[in-house]
């Protein structure tokens, strides 16, 4: 059920349930986990502790909500950009494309996720880190298939398929985590990404 058709009493709680995630997101984006506190999320989100209370149980149910929710949206948008072509190489384009757009436009979730969850600074607790390790092996799966339809049809050389959605997965990821660190040299995009991939795989000239 689309949000717009709950009840108004449902759609409030979902309006306030955001507003105070996305409070939260900015907090800890810019001074980490462990340097804010729930009280700051209060006040960032203009509502009162006890409120914050009635949706999160604690800051790190909050914070695991926070990623949860957000990787979910992530996976099922790219999911669907991998599935949304049968020829192969669009499909791929897709997802490459989505991805680089998804991580563009939620700079602030991403600079979070890779401090504070990949870099494994604090136990999170129970089931976060398998739940995100799922959502992935999920990804990389989709795309393993989407190599493997491209090595019957005589697209792609014989390679190992997952091998080939870990590496390509591997190269945007580096290509992201630089433009972090340097967003204004060394531009690139889905293309540049495929090219350098895809000639040394690939069974017949690009024309991207």
Known sequence: ME???LPRKNREFLRRRQEIL???LDLFSEKGFHNVTINEIARASEFAVGTLYKFFANKEDLYKALILEKSNEFHSLLLKAIESDKDEMLGIKAYLETHIRLFMENLKFVRLYLAETRGASFNIGAGLDEALRERHALILNELAKTFKRGIRK?????FDPYLLATALEGI???FLVQHLVDPHDHQFDADLIIKLFFEAIINQ???F
Not at 154 to 158: D, E, N
């Open 3 to 5: 949000e717009k058709q």
């Open 22 to 24: 996305d409070a939260a």
């Open 154 to 158: 005589g697209l792609f050389k014989g």
């Open 172 to 174: 945007t990821h580096a």
């Open 205 to 207: 000239t690009l024309t």
